[in-house]
């Protein structure tokens, strides 16, 4: 068996030295034998070349993944000093609050409940901060413990593995030619053919070996900043740490003082009794105007017999009870809205604004208690479905009180009200032409939202239809942002809606869209027009309406119901606080289309909320959700809507809020600013702190999570 062995060796050994040493002949014969040789060499040098490119391309995929590992370790590494300093900062912040607490808990007074409340709020936020800082820290420092799957999907993109793998492409690509050449001339019989053959072969081998040789050189480069990486890592890693414990520190330091500042601020704010009733009495005196809308006579209310399967206990025509929902009932003996030329069909939803300057001086010539200017909404008006509640005026067509309204179905009016929210007279709205009347801005604008601006009233407004008709098919709704103008013309006030200029308001270029929304707030920042688009742990605002997104960036609040709160006014801002206040809502979900069978939603809570003025515009405050009643243990009515916030004197010391009443009717609730502050930051102490712990903990790790990619924790 040995001999047999040594035999093949020998012979398989003189076949390579034959085929190694060249013919010397010089005949045509071996200049085609050594052809074929040297072809067959090249295609093994090709081979070599090849298999060289794909063990490259192999050694990149490994070493990228650990070197981009390890990059985007150090990158994380380096920002621990920034933790540790914004850690180190909020614990100097929380300090200060839980200071501030702890001089003002001991003897608090009504006039600084609000600055309390806003301390022990900045004292938890602050702590919280500290307390994601320290992850962040902690997180970065263990940034370097494995490769992840997002380290491979960065390394196998990035440009130098992308190269290696185009050189081994490049030379696969020759040793597929080499490999075909040498298939189809390896019984070439044609010296010149072999020849032409040859030169193609060493060609391609040539192509072949260029490409396997930068693939290895680019394989080593990658092979090399790795272990660069690595070593840099190792060394930052142990400062990391330091540094991770650093912030940890600070972070243990500060949430005990600010538990500490909630406590003394929760049991201060308690000791005044503000929060301890469900009902309070909000609203001043206001003058009553002569006007009212006619009421029915001896119409009572249906009693609910349980067994009906359409009847529900918790509502009635009058409404529901506010505590049934763990709301508070806020008892305002409001001014509801009412005029002759009102009165035969619904007024409600009004958006209310002091007349400005530049306009008060040309209507106080023919009108001279004017104050307001209102817009309420007529359209889906539901005061038939409140049987015991309204009866509307006949709509009268001649004689002495003949009315000068539109008939019943226009969609809004422009109206002029003197301080005591009384009618002053109905604003007639110009038209292109009569009979393009339906096509016209003002008679399909619904859920109208003034607002004064440099002298001149801007409206929000939706056209839910281009025919004046309530069901159109096709129609997409759209919203827009127009200029209210207002004209004394033949002693009488006209009003119409206009495009807003460009020149006047450069950010209102695009004043209109195809969309759904209803919600959006407008309010002047620092002389800047800004849109609200969703409330949060942060206001989102945006300077112009295009492009609106669907979704918040921000995380949003849930009222009681479990839904997100949305936008009812255009804020009203408290420059001298540095905040602004807004109204949020939200409504009873699973009963729609069965309590009296409302054509909309019902059983509204509504949420006074407290943003920052400056960017990022984070939430202060959150109050307990409440509703109106007119009457201490009464109920809220069946739907409410606030639409809007107004200054109700120059002195700014309280507050006008308007709100719809069950689709039929408007009114005014004049309430002290101080009561809506402590109201709100006060009595929504415990949901804001919470917040600091929950929600703001949450909003904060996903910043975090954004910063630090997979590896937060």
């Given at each position: 068996m040995r001999a047999l062995l040594c035999t093949i060796a020998l012979l398989q050994a003189g076949t390579h030295a034959r085929m190694a040493t060249p013919c010397r002949a010089g005949t045509d014969h071996c200049r085609l034998v050594n052809t074929q040789k040297s072809i067959r060499a090249a295609a093994d040098r090709a081979r070599k070349?090849?298999?060289?490119?794909?063990?490259?391309?192999?050694?990149?995929?490994?070493?990228?993944?650990?070197?981009?590992?390890?990059?985007?370790?150090?990158?994380?590494?380096?920002?621990?000093?920034?933790?540790?300093?914004?850690?180190?900062?909020?614990?100097?912040?929380?300090?200060?609050?839980?200071?501030?607490?702890?001089?003002?808990?001991?003897?608090?007074?009504?006039?600084?409940?609000?600055?309390?409340?806003?301390?022990?709020?900045?004292?938890?936020?602050?702590?919280?901060?500290?307390?994601?800082?320290?992850?962040?820290?902690?997180?970065?420092?263990?940034?370097?413990?494995?490769?992840?799957?997002?380290?491979?999907?960065?390394?196998?993109?990035?440009?130098?593995?992308?190269?290696?793998?185009?050189?081994?492409?490049?030379?696969?690509?020759?040793?597929?030619?080499?490999?075909?050449?040498?298939?189809?001339?390896?019984h070439?019989?044609?010296?010149?053919?072999?020849?032409?053959?040859?030169?193609?072969?060493?060609?391609?081998?040539?192509?072949?070996?260029?490409?396997?040789?930068?693939?290895?050189?680019?394989?080593?480069?990658?092979?090399?900043?790795?272990d660069d990486a690595r070593g840099r890592m190792s060394a930052a890693a142990d400062s990391a740490m330091t540094h991770a414990v650093e912030a940890a520190a600070a972070a243990r330091e500060a949430k005990p003082l600010g538990a500490e500042a909630s406590r003394l601020a929760k049991e201060a704010i308690a000791r005044t009794g503000i929060c301890s009733s469900t009902e309070r009495n909000v609203s001043s005196s206001p003058v009553m105007c002569s006007a009212k809308r006619p009421r029915p006579e001896g119409v009572e209310v249906e009693k609910c017999d349980e067994e009906k399967s359409t009847c529900y206990p918790d509502w009635n025509e009058l409404g529901f009870y506010a505590k049934r929902f763990k709301a508070q009932t806020l008892i305002s003996k409001g001014v509801r809205l009412s005029h002759l030329n009102f009165d035969h069909l619904a007024a409600f939803n009004p958006s209310l604004v002091e007349l400005p300057g530049r306009l008060r001086k040309e209507i106080r010539r023919q009108y001279p208690s004017a104050y307001y200017i209102a817009s309420v909404r007529h359209s889906w008006g539901q005061c038939q479905r409140f049987k015991s509640l309204y009866k509307l005026a006949p709509y009268v067509i001649y004689g002495k009180y003949k009315s000068t309204a539109e008939v019943p179905g226009r969609h809004s009016s422009v109206v002029l009200l003197d301080r005591n929210f009384c009618v002053l007279d109905i604003a007639s709205q110009d038209f292109v032409e009569e009979l393009e009347r339906p096509n016209s801005i003002g008679w399909l604008a619904e859920d109208v939202k003034l607002l004064e601006h440099n002298g001149r009233l801007l409206a929000t407004l939706v056209m839910s239809s281009e025919s004046g008709k309530y069901f159109q098919a096709g129609f997409e709704q759209r919203?827009?942002?127009?200029?209210?103008?207002?004209?004394?013309?033949?002693?009488?006030?006209?009003?119409?809606?206009?495009?807003?200029?460009?020149?006047?308001?450069?950010?209102?270029?695009?004043?209109?869209?195809?969309?759904?929304?209803?919600?959006?707030?407008?309010?002047?920042?620092?002389?800047?027009?800004?849109?609200?688009?969703?409330?949060?742990?942060?206001?989102?605002?945006?300077?112009?309406?295009?492009?609106?997104?669907?979704?918040?960036?921000?995380?949003?609040?849930?009222?009681?119901?479990?839904?997100?709160?949305?936008?009812?006014?255009?804020?009203?801002?408290?420059?001298?606080?540095?905040?602004?206040?807004?109204?949020?809502?939200?409504?009873?979900?699973?009963?729609?289309?069965?309590?009296?069978?409302?054509?909309?939603?019902?059983?509204?809570?509504?949420?006074?909320?407290?943003?920052?003025?400056?960017?990022?515009?984070?939430?202060?405050?959150?109050?307990?959700?409440?509703?109106?009643?007119?009457?201490?243990?009464?109920?809220?009515?069946?739907?409410?809507?606030?639409?809007?916030?107004?200054?109700?004197?120059?002195?700014?010391?309280?507050?006008?809020?308007?709100?719809?009443?069950?689709?039929?009717?408007?009114?005014?609730?004049?309430?002290?600013?101080?009561?809506?502050?402590?109201?709100?930051?006060?009595?929504?102490?415990?949901?804001?702190?919470?917040?600091?712990?929950?929600?703001?903990?949450?909003?904060?790790?996903?910043?975090?999570?954004?910063?630090l990619g997979e590896n937060a924790i």
């Open positions: 070349s090849a298999a060289e490119a794909k063990d490259a391309v192999r050694m990149s995929r490994a070493t990228s993944v650990a070197r981009e590992a390890a990059v985007r370790a150090l990158t994380n590494l380096v920002n621990t000093p920034q933790h540790v300093k914004a850690a180190q900062a909020s614990l100097a912040k929380t300090k200060v609050s839980a200071a501030r607490v702890e001089r003002l808990a001991p003897s608090i007074q009504r006039d600084n409940l609000v600055d309390l409340a806003l301390a022990a709020v900045s004292a938890a936020d602050e702590a919280t901060q500290a307390q994601v800082a320290a992850a962040a820290a902690r997180a970065a420092a263990r940034a370097s413990e494995g490769a992840q799957k997002s380290d491979a999907q960065r390394a196998w993109g990035s440009g130098d593995v992308r190269l290696i793998g185009r050189m081994a492409r490049a030379a696969e690509d020759a040793l597929a030619v080499v490999e075909e050449t040498e298939r189809r001339h390896r070439e019989t044609v010296v010149d053919q072999a020849l032409e053959a040859s030169e193609i072969v060493e060609r391609q081998s040539r192509r072949a070996h260029r490409a396997a040789y930068e693939a290895r050189m680019t394989a080593k480069h990658i092979a090399f900043g790795a919203f827009g942002v127009f200029e209210l103008v207002l004209e004394i013309r033949d002693e009488k006030l006209h009003a119409w809606f206009s495009p807003p200029s460009h020149e006047v308001f450069p950010s209102l270029s695009n004043y209109s869209t195809a969309s759904q929304i209803r919600n959006l707030g407008l309010l002047v920042l620092d002389g800047r027009l800004m849109f609200l688009t969703f409330l949060g742990l942060q206001a989102e605002l945006q300077p112009t309406l295009l492009p609106l997104s669907d979704l918040p960036s921000t995380l949003p609040l849930l009222g009681h119901f479990g839904k997100w709160l949305h936008n009812n006014v255009n804020p009203l801002v408290i420059e001298e606080k540095g905040m602004f206040l807004v109204v949020g809502h939200e409504h009873e979900h699973a009963m729609k289309d069965k309590i009296f069978q409302t054509t909309s939603w019902h059983t509204y809570l509504h949420y006074f909320m407290l943003f920052n003025t400056t960017a990022p515009y984070n939430l202060l405050s959150r109050s307990p959700a409440f509703c109106f009643s007119d009457e201490k243990g009464g109920k809220c009515d069946l739907i409410q809507f606030v639409s809007s916030l107004t200054w109700a004197s120059p002195q700014r010391d309280s507050v006008v809020v308007s709100y719809g009443v069950n689709d039929c009717e408007a009114s005014f609730a004049s309430i002290p600013l101080r009561t809506i502050l402590e109201f709100t930051i006060g009595c929504g102490l415990d949901w804001r702190l919470e917040a600091a712990q929950n929600y703001a903990s949450h909003s904060f790790q996903l910043q975090a999570q954004v910063a």
